[in-house]
């Protein structure tokens, strides 16, 4: 994977920092999964965390808090819920990176997708907000609507790529934009080209066009 | 308690410093001290050892976690919670990627996520990498760890503001933005300063 787009610093901090809600941090770990250069890069914004952490008044805790923590030692361990790695199908995680393989344990093609529009279909992942979390799948010549943001989206290309103003995505690239951009992406092969988005605000189209589709897409 | 690794040096010394170390050289001391035991306590799993770090490391998660919002009998548990997980993920600590206060930071942050979020959510845990010839070894982290605290006390106000704002207290840049009656692009900006600053400090040498 030839990965040419990363994240913003402050994306990166904000994901240290704990402050992303549930799917843009979920987009996060799906990037480090398939870029080496971003994961070194969070190990520094995890480090302002750690020299923080240093830097705190301690607070007293319960006074038998040490005890019953040393008493819990040897419990045996139960395996972490989240960790079923038995259930994600192999063709899922072939082809997604991991934090999301085991959210869907489907590979792409077995999703839901719900059709959209015009050669958008998507398929939202219903977490916690503020914003919203979907997979789009987007035929090739198919353009989303102008749109700028209310606050940050974040897109991380899993298969297929797209252009617009700033520039080519490819297979695990990220867009990470805020309120000061307005893009028009087009599917730029004879592929279809499935993202992830996460926003932490609704979008806001611009145009007649994306006032049209607007209330459809509900994006 | 065996220490053999030079680098780490002996656990009981720091507590008996002497007196002309500098304070940055006691700082780096006690750093050096926490990650040997850590690393120590993967092997060894001597419960007196966790109980030191324990002792050092769970009233400052507890600070962490009650700067983050919760109500204090939930800052107790997930403070416990957090520090049996440093308990039972000793194994995973690479001295080589965080040093120990980094690492049970992101142990103690995934933890209070897991608990704001009511449903039990993955925690997404990054893959075992294949080491990494370039990567900077433990000593380096800590040195940079310490000039990373060196120069976030030397941040301008605005930038240590929205630091501190950001990862003490959990707030979206948006909150931030909001809280402070700045746009959102003057919380990113002043965030990615400190951050470059921050970084420096990173690629420089020992
Ligand atoms: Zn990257």
């Known amino acids: ?219 | 308690m065996q220490e053999n690794d030079a680098e780490g040096g002996d656990v009981n010394a720091a507590a008996i410093t002497p007196q002309n170390t500098t304070s940055e050289e006691r700082r780096k001391q006690v750093r050096d001290e926490w990650s040997a035991c850590l690393t120590n306590l993967a092997e060894t799993r001597d419960k007196s050892e966790f109980a030191r770090l324990f002792g050092y490391f769970a009233p400052r998660v507890k600070s962490y976690i009650l700067r983050l919002g919760m109500p204090d009998a939930t800052a107790e548990e997930v403070t416990q919670e957090a520090m049996l997980l440093v308990w039972r993920k000793a194994h995973l600590f690479n001295r080589t990627k965080a040093s120990a206060s980094t690492w049970i930071f992101t142990l103690a942050r995934n933890q209070s996520i897991d608990r704001m979020r009511r449903e039990k959510m993955a925690l997404y845990e990054l893959p075992e990498e294949e080491p990494d010839p370039d990567h900077r070894d433990m000593g380096e982290h800590l040195v940079i760890e310490g000039r990373m605290k060196a120069a976030i006390d030397t941040l301008p106000e605005n930038q240590a503001q929205v630091l501190h704002l950001s990862y003490y207290e959990g707030k979206s840049h948006s909150e931030i933005a909001d809280q402070l009656g700045i746009p959102l692009g003057s919380v990113k900006s002043r965030l990615r300063l400190a951050f470059s600053k921050l970084k420096a400090h990173w690629g420089e040498d020992a």
């Open chain 1, 1 to 219: 994977m030839n990965i040419t787009h990363h994240f913003d610093d402050a994306t990166l901090m904000a994901y240290s920092a704990g402050s992303l809600p549930q799917g843009m941090a979920l987009l996060v770990a799906c990037h480090l999964h398939w870029c080496p250069h971003c994961r070194e890069r969070s190990e520094q914004t995890d480090a302002i965390g750690g020299a923080l952490l240093n830097q705190l008044a301690p607070t007293r805790l319960n006074d038998d808090a040490l005890n019953a923590v040393l008493a819990r030692l040897d419990e045996p361990e139960q395996e972490f819920a989240s960790v079923k790695h038995d259930t994600v199908s192999s063709a899922a995680a072939a082809e997604l990176p991991a934090p999301l393989a085991q959210m869907l344990g489907k590979p792409i093609d077995q999703l839901p997708w719900k059709r959209i529009g015009y050669g958008v279909r998507q398929l939202d992942l219903e977490l916690d907000g503020p914003g919203a979390t979907r997979l789009l799948r987007i035929s090739p010549g198919v353009s989303v609507p102008h749109h700028t943001h209310g606050g940050n989206e974040l897109t991380l290309i899993l298969r297929g790529s797209y252009n617009d103003e700033i520039g080519r995505f490819c297979m695990g690239d990220v867009a990470d934009l805020d309120d000061d951009v307005s893009h028009q992406p087009i599917v730029d092969t004879n592929e279809d080209c499935i993202c992830l988005i996460a926003t932490d605000a609704p979008l806001k189209f611009s145009g007649l066009m994306g006032r049209l589709v607007q209330p459809f897409i509900g994006l």
